[in-house]
DNA sequence: ACCTGAACACCGTTCAAGT
DNA sequence: ACCTGAACACCGTTCAAGT
């Protein structure tokens, strides 16, 4: 009779993870101004003094919590571009998609992604989100290679694209442009209409 | 000798405005998670409890400083944008440029206007918002009655112009997009590299 | 190594009380 | 009307102590 309930669990290296899963639901909740520290150790079954074990402060927790966020983000752009063969517009579109609709299902973690938790910069977080950045890079590059976007500095069409979505995710996550949670075709149908501007341009 | 020092303006109605400025001066210090009410108030020379007369709580305190914001935001939009004659797609990149410069300028009040402050919906935050779009719908619908656009829906266009110049804001505001504060003239050259790619397309 | 409990300085908010 | 001071429940963080 020693290590039988699942508390045990976390004397034996769970409980970062416990923590980070923990701290993801309360963000969900409550959002990142309502997350406290002690809560989230309450809610994995510890002392409101463990998590130092875990984490240097409450900083370091948010900024492995965006950095998963942000790998999470450059898988999901990454798997939606390789389920589209050839079409290098069709996998913008794809691409964009995949990241505005994380950004639908989880307003508060792309807030807390983008809200600034990165400023240090040496850390893991702003890594991820530079890696999130270049699978968009590398789509464009391989259009612009195959002939399918104007001969210019990839970098600078990706910027273009990384603004467009970004912006149509951020407005989303923000609440300043309604969509109903599930409707996930309302977000094709946005992301689309964004693309097809950037594609073709809105001068006549 | 009953009204000559400056602290008893605050009981003649300045309060509330000194507040707001105390308020938006520590938001740039320390930004919106570090800004605490009772440093507000001995900002502004009152008691901790002072703000509860003019603002029914933190949040509502901070929906008056997002507020503000988006009237500024507006407003300089509104002035960019009639300081070009003419020339549509010109006024939409001064336009663009103005909406990136507040939020390089404001970095912290841009990340508390487009954090979810305004989720209530009902204040008049979200109200500021809407009309900050408008003034960028304005500009579009303009451009599309000179024939300088597409002959599409003037919301559809603003709304790809709207995202490529917010996500931009948004990137820089987060540190994602590095830009040298003092230099505005990168901004102008990253504003007008978006701007250019949106009205003629990345498209070949 | 990993976790706890007491302690400290802070915070938002409420409320009775002062002018 | 407008502001204060005490009070409450909470918070992040530190630290000595336990196993």
Redesign the pocket.
């Known amino acids: 009779m020693t290590v039988q309930h699942p508390?045990d669990r976390?004397?034996?290296?769970?409980?970062?993870n416990a923590l980070l899963q923990a701290a993801e639901t309360l963000l969900a909740e409550t959002g990142a101004a309502?997350?406290?520290?002690?809560?989230?150790?309450?809610a994995a079954?510890?002392?409101?003094?463990?998590?130092?074990?875990?984490?240097?402060?409450?900083?370091?927790?948010l900024c492995a919590l965006a950095q998963a966020g942000f790998e999470r983000l450059r898988l999901a752009i990454h798997a939606a571009a390789d389920a589209v063969p050839h079409d290098a517009g069709q996998k913008l579109i794809a691409a964009g998609s995949a990241y505005v609709t994380q950004a639908v299902r989880n307003p508060e973690l792309t807030r807390l992604m983008f809200g600034g938790v990165t400023e240090p910069g040496d850390d893991g977080a702003s890594h991820a989100a530079d890696a999130a950045f270049e699978s968009l890079v590398w789509i464009i590059t391989a259009g612009v290679q195959a002939g399918a976007f104007r001969d210019r500095d990839p970098y600078e069409l990706a910027l273009v694209a990384w603004t467009s979505m970004h912006g149509l995710a951020m407005l989303i996550a923000a609440g300043l442009l309604q969509v109903d949670a599930g409707d996930e075709a309302q977000v094709d149908t946005l992301v689309r209409s964004v693309a097809q501007n950037l594609l073709y341009g809105i001068s006549k």
């Open positions: 508390k976390y004397h034996h290296g769970d409980l970062k309502g997350l406290s520290l002690r809560a989230v150790a309450k079954g510890v002392s409101h003094t463990a998590p130092y074990r875990h984490f240097k402060d409450k900083a370091a927790l």
